[in-house]
């Protein structure tokens, strides 16, 4: 019964103008028109529409509490998904309605993307020729998760059609995935699915500095950081050099953008750090301490020093016993964590520099962690990286063919949408804020009630009356915007081009 | 030209005059057009192929540095000199070099096999340039790169200082050191060209370009070398159809590919299959110590990464694990910590497409040793590898103490490891563990291949309880086919090895001088 009166109500409340007109899709948006056509039919209805208002909000209440529903799902889809700021970034400015001559007619029916429906099944190879095509196979299949792939030399869902040779990835974005699991060894606060702000700072650390690495060393620049709707986040480096990258390509980036580890059986062989360190390690720990220390040491984070038997720990890795047993008896001293790790940091320079013999050190110019020459130096390097450093899972990256969760997907578990985050305000990101399906369905509701006499206000896509807003703004800021802006650069310089070589003539 | 002259005691000596570096080695881009014999076609072929097989053996032996390009220079120059260049010498070598590339070329294994080899050969001749004939080779084959200019390695001067330089490869390495930046000259490189670099994090990146010291130069132009040549291979796989119209080279090719092929262990193994049930047993008894390991620790986690899956997955489908029963027996594991429903939906798929029934249905061969050891070591959480690779020492010792290996056995095997003859420390492990080994069976491929191992253990012991009478020792050409590395790749059967007879190359029937 509740059921009922959600979708009658907020059906009404669209208008035809609310959407973009869709040629081809009669039969697939049936399922959803129909009951705006019935909409239509009820325009008196539609009158009534400020009366409506507490019916809709009653409803939303009386849907079961859940998250995440096939009828949320149906909404979402419906009214939600950016389907148009998608396709303009995935098909990187390539509009197969666009008559001119540097198009590539093809490039986004090209995409392979995967659906899962139900949970359970899961399909490969679909591919759409343009965004009102994927809306349609969309609403029409209702997936609950929506990967993306690479680039083909043929659309994929032809692939059946030629042989293995003939279809390949032609390009795909760098991807990354951070994911908190990967951290589970160091987490005290949760473990495994689960998150919270102390753990959370985590993957701040890692987005900081992983966007730093790419822009600063690799010259990256269109850059999309996006949460991935429960415990983790992902990044699609989009540059044209980077979608070109080859399987060695990407596993070089992302070699480099890890620490060398060993596990616990190897850690002898040659796994850790070294000195000098590289420019790209002294960097992330400048990034990183600061964060180390607010967010890591004390209680408000994982308490590394908060209590004798953590601080025992930590300074059992010490490579000089005395030092560890002195400090010991300073760490009961002292307050609180940020003072510890000062005293801590202080005592191992002393102890470094009165250590080594001079000349000893000038002569070797380098040496491993396990070299005692420079393992005082090198080990606060390794704390502060053994927590903070970014934890990237290499398969994901490594690979041309794997599929990604698309952005503005839903997670079914959480219900939140995978919105994109700032990577310059990631410090504000909070994945508990992140939006979910029912409170958007609220948010358009809201802004319908409070627009009911402006026409044009309500006949905004249903998105922009959302949180969602600024989160397709920022795709659009990362992506989008930038790439068509370069290539009406690059157009204009090869007019100017051809036209200077016109002129010689 | 080469002028000799007689030094006080007489012995000669040669100037090194006028050879043309640029003739010592090639990028091979464009095909040599000649009239050969056939006999020279195969001999020429075969001789470059004993130098690239002399360099993976010499690596699985963990040889590196200058006892590494001794012992390949001595190779070189009984197989296929190259010293001064002279128009005999680069002709040999081109032709060589593009049979090769022909047979080579069919399969992602063998290309993947023959870039790494030829590239490592491309290097050793690229080092043995001093740096004025190096620069005319880049020049000659326009492999021009710009200079970072002084004003940029003043402003850069402290990154560009703290980049460390690793004598050699990263995990051979002994001697780090920092270039003195004022006096060097750095190069300003595409971070794609210089991705060997850039993964080892052994280079400055700043906008997307690696900052390379000449004295890494090598790297890059390497770099180079095998692009252009793994594009070169793809090409020749598109002409392979109309190279094969002609009779003649047509079996020769084919079979080149397969001369040192042994047996691989892919497809479905004859005789004995595996029972499920004994695996507890087998592990212990009959398995090399990295499935072992793997075996024990799914025992103890009731799951395995990546990694352990595919290595041990494979193993087990060598040993004779049909895929049903696979799926039976990573099922009742993996079920201990979930459900029949997540292990069906996460983990049935893979098994099934390494068997070869999914996507691209390519059935997978278990990984040999090489394929191990070379490969991505284990992290955190994980059990692949080559335990007396990967392992340190002290590991290592309480690995083979559990085992139940002797204190004596195990000095000896840990020795061999810390030496780096990962391989031989495993068979030092056979032959502890099946004494007497010797003399009832054949232990072809031991120390090559998981696989080898286990089947020599599994008949080892069928022979000691008394089934068949077949004597074995030296290796029966009509009784199997050398049991070595999978794929292209395999033993070239160093003569220095003390086990001659087990390390026995080619396919049994007029076997090729070792």
């Not at chain 1, 899709?25 to 539609?46: D, I, Q, V």
């Not at chain 1, 915007?481 to 310089?493: G, I």
């Not at chain 2, 004003?151 to 330089?165: C, F, S, Y």
């Not at chain 2, 489908?317 to 799926?327: F, L, N, R, Y």
Request: net charge neutral; with cysteine; aromatic share 10%.
């Amino acid at each position: 019964m509740s059921f009922l009166l959600f979708r009658a109500s907020f059906l009404s409340r669209s208008s035809f103008s609310n959407r973009p007109i869709h040629l081809n899709a009669k039969n697939t948006l049936c399922t959803s028109t129909c009951g705006r056509l019935s909409a239509a039919g009820n325009r008196e209805n539609m009158e009534i529409a400020p009366s409506n208002t507490n019916k809709v909000s009653v409803a939303a209440a009386a849907i079961n509490d859940q998250e995440f529903s096939p009828e949320l799902l149906r909404f979402f889809y419906n009214r939600l998904f950016p389907y148009q700021p998608m396709f303009k970034w995935l098909s990187y400015g390539n509009d197969p309605d666009n008559d001119a001559a540097h198009i590539v007619r093809d490039y986004f029916a090209c995409r392979e993307f995967s659906f899962t429906i139900n949970d359970d099944i899961y399909i490969r190879y679909q591919s759409f020729r343009d965004a009102s095509e994927m809306e349609s196979a969309i609403q029409k299949k209702q997936p609950h998760k929506i990967d993306i792939g690479a680039v083909f030399t043929l659309p994929p869902k032809d692939h059946h059609t030629v042989k293995a040779e003939a279809f390949k990835p032609v390009e795909r974005e760098l991807i990354f995935d951070i994911d908190m699991t990967d951290y589970d060894d160091i987490r005290s606060c949760c473990t495994g699915a689960k998150i919270c702000p102390k753990c959370w700072v985590f993957m701040t650390m890692a987005v900081k500095v992983v966007d730093t690495a790419l822009r600063e060393d690799f010259g990256f620049r269109y850059i999309l950081w996006v949460y991935s709707g429960r415990r983790g986040v992902h990044c699609w480096v989009c540059d044209p050099n980077a979608r070109a990258l080859s399987n060695d390509g990407r596993s070089a980036v992302v070699e480099y953008l890890s620490l060398p580890r060993g596990n616990e059986k190897s850690k002898g062989k040659n796994g850790g750090l070294s000195w000098p360190l590289h420019p790209s390690f002294t960097r992330a720990f400048d990034i990183l301490e600061p964060m180390f220390e607010s967010g890591v040491l004390g209680e408000a984070g994982q308490g590394v020093l908060d209590s004798e038997n953590s601080w025992d720990t930590l300074l059992d890795t010490l490579p000089d016993e005395d030092l560890a047993n002195r400090l010991r008896r300073e760490m009961r001293r002292l307050t609180n964590a940020q003072d510890r790790w000062l005293e801590i940091k202080s005592q191992v320079r002393a102890a470094s520099s009165a250590h080594a013999s001079g000349n000893a050190r000038r002569q070797s110019r380098g040496g491993r962690a396990g070299n005692g020459l420079f393992a005082l130096d090198l080990w606060k390097y390794e704390v502060v990286f053994q927590y903070c450093y970014p934890r990237l899972d290499v398969n994901v990256s490594k690979g041309t063919n794997h599929l990604l969760k698309s952005p503005f997907a839903v997670h079914p578990k959480t219900g939140r949408v995978c919105v994109p985050i700032d990577p310059e305000d990631v410090d504000n990101f909070d994945p508990f804020r992140v939006p979910t399906l029912k409170a958007l369905a609220a948010q358009i509701d809201a802004y319908d009630a409070q627009n009911a006499q402006n026409a044009s206000a309500k006949a905004l896509p249903d998105y922009k009356k959302t949180e969602l807003k600024s989160a397709v703004e920022l795709l659009e800021r990362c992506v989008v915007d930038p790439v068509a802006l370069a290539t009406k650069r690059r157009l204009k310089l090869e007019r100017e081009k051809e036209a200077a070589m016109i002129g010689d003539f | 030209m080469q002028t000799t002259t007689r030094a006080i005691h007489g012995e000669p000596t040669y100037t090194r005059v006028k050879r043309e570096p640029t003739r010592l080695l090639s990028l091979y881009n464009t095909a040599p057009q000649a009239e050969i014999t056939l006999e020279e076609f195969e001999l020429y072929a075969l001789d470059r192929l004993q130098i690239l097989r002399s360099i993976e053996s010499l690596r699985l032996r963990g040889m590196k540095g200058d006892e590494f390009r001794m012992k390949l220079e001595e190779i070189i120059s009984a197989c296929m000199p190259m010293t001064l260049g002279t128009a005999e010498e680069v002709r040999k070598d081109q032709i060589s070099h593009f049979i090769l590339r022909i047979a080579y070329c069919k399969t992602e294994d063998l290309r993947r096999w023959f870039l790494k080899h030829e590239s490592e050969l491309f290097r050793f001749r690229l080092e043995r340039l001093d740096s004025n004939e190096r620069a005319k080779f880049m020049e000659q084959s326009g492999l021009a790169y710009d200079v970072v200019s002084k004003e940029d390695v003043l402003r850069l001067k402290a990154q560009l200082q703290a980049v460390p330089i690793f004598s050699q490869q990263p995990g051979y390495g002994q001697g780090i050191h920092t270039v003195e930046v004022t006096r060097t000259q750095f190069f300003r490189i595409p971070f794609t060209q210089a991705l060997d670099l850039v993964a080892h994090r052994q280079v400055f990146l700043e906008g997307g370009f690696a900052y390379v010291p000449v004295e890494r130069l090598v790297s890059i132009i390497v770099a180079r070398f095998r692009s252009s040549l793994s594009r070169g291979l793809l090409e020749a796989f598109g002409a392979m159809p109309y190279v094969l119209t002609d009779g003649r080279i047509a079996p020769l090719v084919s079979n080149m590919a397969k001369q040192y092929t042994g047996k691989d262990f892919s497809g479905t193994k004859t005789g004995d299959s595996l029972d499920l049930n004994d695996l507890d047993m087998l592990a212990d008894r009959s398995m090399p110590m990295c499935m072992r390991v793997l075996h024990k620790n799914l025992r103890l986690e009731h799951k395995l990464k990546h990694w352990g899956r595919l290595q041990y997955g494979l193993f087990l489908k060598g040993a004779g694990i049909g895929m049903e029963d696979a799926i039976q027996f990573w099922e009742k594991e993996f079920t201990k910590i979930m459900t029949t429903d997540v292990f069906n939906k996460q983990y049935a798929y893979s098994i099934r497409h390494y068997f070869g029934k999914e996507g691209k249905r390519k059935d997978y061969t278990p990984f040999n040793c090489s394929k191990i050891i070379l490969g991505p070591g284990p992290g955190h959480g994980e059990f692949h590898g080559c335990p007396f690779r990967h392992y340190d020492e002290a590991n290592l010792n309480k690995l083979l103490e559990r085992a139940g290996v002797g204190a004596m056995d195990r000095d000896e095997m840990i020795k061999l490891s810390k030496g780096q003859h990962y391989q031989l420390a495993c068979m030092k492990h056979f032959e502890t563990t099946h004494k007497g080994a010797e003399s009832l069976i054949s232990m072809d491929g031991v120390g090559n291949h998981p696989n080898a191992f286990f089947a020599a253990s599994m008949a080892f012991y069928k022979e000691k309880n008394g089934e068949g009478g077949r004597r074995g020792g030296s290796p029966n050409p009509s009784s199997q086919t050398s049991a070595s590395s999978a794929g292209p790749g395999e033993d070239a059967g160093d003569p220095a090895s003390p086990h001659g007879e087990s390390m026995e190359i080619g396919t049994g029937e007029g076997s090729p001088p070792a």
